[in-house]
């Protein structure tokens, strides 16, 4: 049986990736901030799935993570860095802070690379490990936009991590991507998104 993690595996995207994931056969942690095991979402989930508290926000919930994780598994095959915020209602590039951008930033960005580094030692376990960050279309430097700062600025940088780690654990046969689910209906995308959460997350899984 293969080992995946899911950051943000709640709602959205990454609890229909979880639910995916689980179908084909794969144990799923499910990452997420909340504290508790939430019976019916478990419930909702056809196969083996495990809550595992991480909040990506607070650097030192990786290593706590990790240490859970380690408690029941000895290898990780796949890490999904899924979860991020989209924040930047009112704002532009004119007038947002620092201490804003910082903020966004440890949500979208530097929490999946501490994630990643907490949980190298079980990918490298791994004959087949593989992390996929979620990334958007904002990512690339032509769809920038100065109404949407944090986030815009976020995932080019998530992308750059993406290539670093791609290149850094290849000789560890660990396959890194960045991936861009499209438009999505859910909480971040908002209704008027042009594709169903399940569309959003065949390209992950």
Known sequence: ???????????????????KLAELGHRVY?????????GKQLEEIDGDAVWLTLDVSDSSSSGKAAKSFGKSATSLDVLINNAGIYPD???????????????????????ALEVSQALLPYLRESTEGR????????????????????????KPTLNGITIMLADELRRDRICVNSIYPGWVR??????????RVEEGAAGIV
């Open 30 to 38: 499910l990452g997420t901030r909340q504290p508790r095991v939430n």
């Open 131 to 154: 992390i996929i960050n979620v990334s958007s279309g904002y990512g690339g430097l032509d769809g920038l936009s100065p109404s949407v700062p944090s986030y815009c600025l976020s």
């Open 186 to 195: 859910s909480d971040m995308g908002s209704e008027e998104a042009t594709k």
């Open 1 to 19: 049986m293969k080992t995946a993690l899911i950051t943000g595996a709640n709602r959205g995207i990454g609890r229909q990736t979880a639910m």
């Open 89 to 111: 209602a009112g704002i532009s590039i004119c007038d947002i802070t620092c201490k804003q951008l910082m903020e966004k930033f440890q949500i979208n960005t530097f929490g």
